[in-house]
């Protein structure tokens, strides 16, 4: 069965603070991975996404996230947080060519100005 | 805005009662999903659509059904509601039925009573 773990629900950080949230999943074979925000009174909207070749992906917002196979890995990155950064984010997992999307529980980040 | 459109936006009942979801994914897309987000649960996938078909099948109750009408329109049945129904009932739709991307409605906030 695929699944989708976040280690952290709660993360605070100042303005200008590096930002690293975790991603780790679990499934045996070929993944597409995803990063999903949802800012404050919106829905949520793809920040960036994985399908095959350079690990290192970028997406908006200067949003950047690193698929490491051997560790079931694709954490989340962005050197400076923006207090409009403030948001929850979704690591999601779909296995190649498969219908459904799974999602992890979550994160809050809220960055204080 | 996504284009995917979600009524009601939100819903307060009691338990014992039925309600219904309704979605109206964007424009072209034929694919739609299903996902509940419950208080510190992730969205938990709940059944996809595509093209009037049903294609994947989540952790759905058995107390819960839905459909996807000609017209691409979906809705989404809870009946016998209980309290542990409370929560935010997502739709999201894409073009194909293994997709890239899903774009997400703003949800339908349920509230059991």
């Known amino acids: 069965a695929q699944s989708v773990s976040q280690h952290n629900h709660h993360v605070i950080l100042s303005e200008a603070a590096s930002l690293e949230l975790g991603c780790n999943y679990s499934y045996g074979g070929t993944v597409n991975l995803f990063w999903y925000v949802q800012y404050p009174g919106q829905h949520l909207q793809l920040l960036l996404k994985?399908?095959?070749?350079?690990?290192l992906v970028k997406g908006i917002k200067g949003f950047e996230a690193e698929f490491i196979k051997s560790k079931f890995s694709f954490n989340l990155r962005k050197p400076s947080v923006q207090w409009s950064d403030t948001a929850e984010y979704f690591c999601a997992l779909r296995n190649t060519g498969g219908f459904k999307t799974i999602f992890g529980a979550g994160t809050r980040l809220f960055v204080k100005a | 805005d996504s284009g995917v459109t979600q009524t009601p936006k939100h819903l307060i009942t009691a338990t014992g009662q039925r309600v219904t979801l309704r979605c109206s994914p964007r424009?072209?897309?034929?694919?739609v999903y299903w996902y509940q987000q419950s208080l510190d649960q992730g969205l938990q996938f709940l059944i996809q659509y595509y093209n009037g078909e049903e294609r994947a099948k989540g952790n759905i109750l058995e107390r819960f059904s839905a459909q996807q009408f000609p017209d691409l329109h979906s809705e989404l049945n809870l009946s016998s509601l209980e309290l542990g129904d409370s929560a935010l009932y997502f739709c999201?739709?894409?073009?194909?039925?293994?997709?890239?991307?899903?774009?997400f409605g703003e949800g339908s906030r349920l509230t059991v009573l």
């Open positions: 994985y399908f095959s070749g350079d690990p």
């Open positions: 424009s072209g897309d034929l694919s």
């Open positions: 999201a739709s894409s073009v194909e039925a293994s997709p890239g991307e899903l774009f």
